[in-house]
């Protein structure tokens, strides 16, 4: 197969396979694991609030630690903030530009989260109001006029009200610079499966700008798949990462019409997770990092024998030792 070409306002994305921004995951040691495999054409931070940016910077707080060490990361390399406030999105959009020179703003339309889309009346709750979200687009567009600005949404709020279509249009029509959907609705959350026609339905729509198609693409054959089977100019990969690092460098070959590369053996896995440990104790020091690592370790055991009582066990670990100890008891082979 070969291989697709996406740009970006002029930013190549290569191979045109995305990584997700992930509240409590996409941080900086899942990047970097992301990026000695490769295969990634574009990485992206957590999603940041932007009231809550604005807030620690009035405090005199130190910067955000989703943002601990982006300005010296590889790019290409995007930031996701969220608001329903076209003043401080586009006010902190711009402070992020300048401190950080992000390859990408991406603006969050699509998270389904109660702290986000109801309390705050943002991410996904803004699908109701295609002007609204051109509006949006468009105030940060003009604050960050050197930077594509891009937008991730969903398909609408619900079954009875697909508005992808509507929002499509107003966030290109306000200068956007891609598309990503995300094949559920809002009240979906991430029951049932992703909706690729109706992503697929939306390029039309579109005249100018990419669309990047988002859902349930868990195996490099998937991800080479939807590239070929829907209507889309990229895709982004989420969840299905988390504790195989190594996709994104499996569906890059594919796409290139190599042999997939063979997963990491046990032996590798195990360095693999520790390494993530260890990165994220750089970043937060031991007792934080393992806190942090719990869910993640538990994803890198999916599927494997012993996984529900490795899950058990790394759920309840309080100290470097002990995670070692688990790590090394669950993660060799067999004499």
Request: proline share 8%; hydrophobic share 45%.
């Given at each position: 197969?070969?291989?697709?070409?996406?740009?970006?306002?002029?930013?190549?994305?290569?191979?045109?396979?995305?990584?997700?921004?992930?509240?409590?995951?996409?941080?900086?040691?899942?990047?970097?694991?992301?990026?000695?495999?490769?295969?990634?054409?574009?990485?992206?931070?957590?999603?940041?609030?932007?009231?809550g940016l604005?807030a620690?910077?009035?405090?005199?707080?130190?910067?955000h630690?989703r943002?601990?060490?982006?300005?010296?990361e590889?790019?290409?390399?995007?930031?996701?903030?969220?608001?329903?406030?076209?003043?401080?999105?586009?006010?902190?959009?711009?402070?992020?530009?300048?401190?950080?020179?992000?390859?990408?703003?991406?603006?969050?339309f699509?998270?389904?989260?109660?702290?986000?889309?109801?309390?705050?009346?943002?991410?996904?709750?803004?699908?109701?109001?295609?002007?609204r979200?051109?509006?949006?687009?468009?105030?940060?567009?003009?604050?960050c006029?050197?930077?594509p600005v891009?937008?991730?949404i969903?398909?609408?709020?619900?079954?009875?009200?697909?508005t992808?279509?509507?929002?499509?249009?107003?966030?290109?029509?306000?200068?956007?610079?891609?598309?990503?959907?995300?094949?559920?609705?809002t009240d979906?959350?991430?029951?049932?499966?992703?909706?690729?026609?109706?992503?697929?339905?939306?390029?039309?729509?579109?005249r100018?700008?990419?669309?990047?198609?988002?859902?349930?693409?868990?195996?490099?054959d998937?991800?080479?798949?939807?590239?070929?089977?829907?209507d889309?100019?990229?895709?982004?990969?989420?969840?299905?990462?988390?504790?195989?690092?190594?996709?994104?460098?499996?569906?890059?070959?594919?796409?290139?019409?190599?042999?997939?590369?063979?997963?990491p053996?046990?032996?590798?896995q195990?360095?693999?997770?520790?390494?993530?440990?260890?990165?994220?104790?750089?970043?937060?020091g031991?007792?934080?990092?393992?806190?942090?690592?719990?869910?993640?370790?538990?994803?890198?055991?999916?599927?494997q024998?012993?996984?529900?009582?490795?899950?058990?066990?790394?759920s309840?670990?309080?100290?470097?030792?002990?995670?070692?100890?688990?790590v090394?008891?669950?993660?060799s082979?067999?004499?």
């Open positions: 197969m070969m291989p697709l070409l996406l740009s970006i306002a002029g930013v190549p994305i290569d191979p045109p396979i995305l990584a997700a921004p992930m509240a409590g995951f996409s941080n900086y040691a899942f990047r970097t694991l992301v990026r000695r495999f490769g295969g990634v054409g574009l990485l992206f931070t957590e999603m940041l609030s932007a009231r604005h620690m910077a009035a405090r005199g707080e130190p910067p630690d943002l601990w060490r982006v300005a010296g590889p790019r290409p390399l995007g930031i996701q903030i969220w608001d329903n406030d076209p003043e401080a999105l586009a006010f902190e959009a711009q402070r992020l530009v300048e401190q950080y020179a992000p390859s990408v703003i991406d603006l969050n699509g998270c389904p989260a109660r702290d986000v889309a109801q309390k705050a009346e943002s991410g996904a709750y803004l699908l109701q109001w295609p002007d979200v051109g509006e949006l687009v468009a105030r940060v567009a003009a604050a006029p050197n930077v891009t937008a991730k969903r398909l609408g709020p619900s079954q009875n009200s697909i992808a279509t509507d929002v499509a249009q107003a966030v290109e029509g306000a200068g956007g610079a891609a598309l990503t959907v995300h094949g559920r609705t979906q959350m991430f029951r049932g499966q992703a909706n690729w026609d109706q992503i697929s339905r939306i390029k039309p729509y579109l100018r700008i990419p669309l990047i198609g988002n859902g349930d693409l868990k195996t490099a998937d991800i080479v798949t939807a590239l070929a089977r829907y889309v100019d990229g895709v982004m990969v989420g969840r299905a990462a988390l504790g195989r690092p190594w996709l994104f460098r499996d569906a890059a070959a594919a796409l290139r019409g190599e042999s997939t590369p063979p997963d053996n046990l032996s590798e195990r360095a693999l997770l520790l390494e993530h440990y260890r990165l994220l104790a750089e970043q937060h031991e007792e934080p990092a393992i806190v942090r690592l719990r869910s993640q370790a538990c994803r890198y055991a999916h599927g024998p012993g996984a529900r009582a490795f899950r058990a066990e790394i309840h670990v309080t100290t470097s030792a002990a995670l070692q100890t688990i090394d008891r669950h993660f082979p067999e004499p």
